[in-house]
């Protein structure tokens, strides 16, 4: 990944360079259960984090990588910004830069704006999540929670339930599923799937058939905010067709892992039980996050020629 300098989607990279960030997150992941949980590889190296859409673990965790690796960072919020004012992406993009960032990490309602920050900039672009597009640092730390629970992936099935239509983190996922040799389900109401097929996946609309074959089931928020037609009849009815309630974790696998990239519905899309029951990675999530996001950081911006080691 090192001549590769940005981390726009898992298309970037193959199944070696998924593997090395896996690797490099699991060195950093030692370190930040040291008492002094920071290492000097990224020093004099300054990370914007640009967010147009919200988020509380996405930019935190990045932050805190960040600063783990002892980088600078500016956290730009578009509330209090001359966005405000009236002021561009572009605009916006090229004048953090003269300040001499290194790299942007970007969060954008518009799919495909981190492509554009990448034709503007010569920083090194990390795409948080684009629209309803891509999040690749979601996909990475969602393969790593995946290896800490079950080993080895490949041959393994998941399947991804819910509102597949609206999740760059299923658009993502699903890429770094197959990458890894895994058999990627797709479950959700019709109205929910994609209408155009997603490669290699095998989609339907029955949970309660799937449910006893797979290894990681990986629920879904239903993205309200980007519906504004009705997409089922009810939350009610959606519940109950859908929810990964304790009555259906009975039929599970004993060792299911049950995965969600927050922030959760809780009694919607995933029963408050389920999501605080020992098969729930939910909280394993988020602490993969922050290293997985120490490895890409250090990967694209100090990994070869800084010359510094992990420890
Ligand atoms: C997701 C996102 O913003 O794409 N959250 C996240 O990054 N952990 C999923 C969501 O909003 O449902």
């Known amino acids: ?117 990448r034709q503007w900039l010569q920083a090194a672009i990390l795409n948080a999540g684009d629209g309803m597009h891509a999040h690749p640092t979601q996909a990475l730390l969602d393969l790593f929670t995946m290896q800490e629970r079950l080993g080895e992936l490949q041959g393994r099935t998941i399947a991804f339930v819910g509102d597949i239509l609206h999740s760059r983190v299923a658009r993502s996922g699903i890429k770094a599923c197959r990458a890894m040799g895994m058999k990627v389900l797709a479950v959700a109401p019709p109205t929910l799937l994609p209408p155009v097929a997603l490669e290699g996946v095998v989609t339907g609309s029955d949970l309660d058939d799937v449910i006893p074959h797979c290894d990681v089931l990986y629920m879904l928020r239903i993205q309200m905010e980007r519906q504004k037609e009705g997409r089922f009849p009810s939350l009610e009815e959606y519940t109950r067709l859908y929810q990964l309630n304790m009555q259906r974790l009975g039929k599970a696998r004993p060792q299911v892992v049950v995965m969600h990239p927050g922030p959760m519905n809780r009694g919607v899309e995933i029963a408050a039980e389920v999501a605080d029951a020992p098969h729930a990675a939910i909280t394993a999530q988020v602490s993969a996050g922050v290293a997985i996001r120490m490895a890409v950081l250090f990967l694209l911006l100090g990994g070869s020629e800084g010359g510094e080691k992990v420890a």
């Open 1 to 117: 990944m090192a001549e590769r300098r940005h981390l726009l989607d898992v298309d970037d990279l193959d199944r070696e360079d998924m593997e090395r960030v896996l690797d490099t997150a699991r060195s950093f992941s030692e370190v930040l259960h040291r008492p002094i949980k920071k290492v000097p590889s990224l020093r004099g190296k300054t990370v914007v984090n640009l967010f147009y859409e919200s988020s509380t673990r996405t930019r935190m965790s990045f932050e805190v990588a960040a600063k783990r690796l002892s980088a600078d960072v500016l956290n730009f919020n578009v509330s209090t910004s001359s966005v405000e004012k009236g002021e561009s992406f572009k605009d916006t993009a090229l004048t953090l830069e003269a300040m001499g960032v290194d790299a942007v990490v970007v969060r954008h309602p518009v799919a495909g704006a981190p492509w554009l920050l």
